[in-house]
Nanobody, 124 residues
Framework: VQLQASGGGLVQAGGSLRLSCVAS????????MAWFRQAPGKEREFVAS????????LYSDSVRGRFTISRDNGKNTVYVQMSSLKPEDTAVYLC??????????????????WGQGTQVTVSS
């Protein structure tokens, strides 16, 4: 499956953005989906995940209550709505897909497929 993320940009602290990730080349509803982020000089960090039908979601402590992950299997798309953005949210945001479901949802090693990322910059 190929993943294409979009929706990043420059936003002021306290603002909102919605990222989208469109999947192609596979059966989207069979993939567990997640968002990760990576800031310069830092390791890739889990943001949020969502199960195949959207019935189960998981968030990192740093974004819980501010970000909402969702998916539309009819559009082969996963979203993350980001609100109350902070400068520390600045990073490249990557979507990821998993077909096997062996490792925990917040473990980056679980995900076999990765998009190219979209830059989010939050100014103070």
């Amino acid at each position: 499956v190929q993943l294409q993320a979009s929706g990043g940009g420059l936003v002021q602290a306290g603002g909102s953005l919605r990222l989208s990730c469109v999947a192609s080349g596979g059966t989207f509803s069979s993939y567990y989906m997640a968002w990760f982020r990576q800031a310069p000089g830092k390791e890739r960090e889990f943001v949020a995940s969502i199960s195949w039908t959207g019935g189960s979601t998981l968030y990192s402590d740093s974004v819980r209550g501010r970000f909402t992950i969702s998916r539309d299997n009819g559009k082969n798309t996963v979203y993350v709505q980001m609100s109350s953005l902070k400068p520390e949210d600045t990073a490249v945001y990557l979507c990821a897909a998993d077909a096997d479901g062996v490792l925990p949802p917040n473990d980056r090693a679980r995900y076999e497929y990765w998009g190219q990322g979209t830059q989010v910059t939050v100014s103070s």
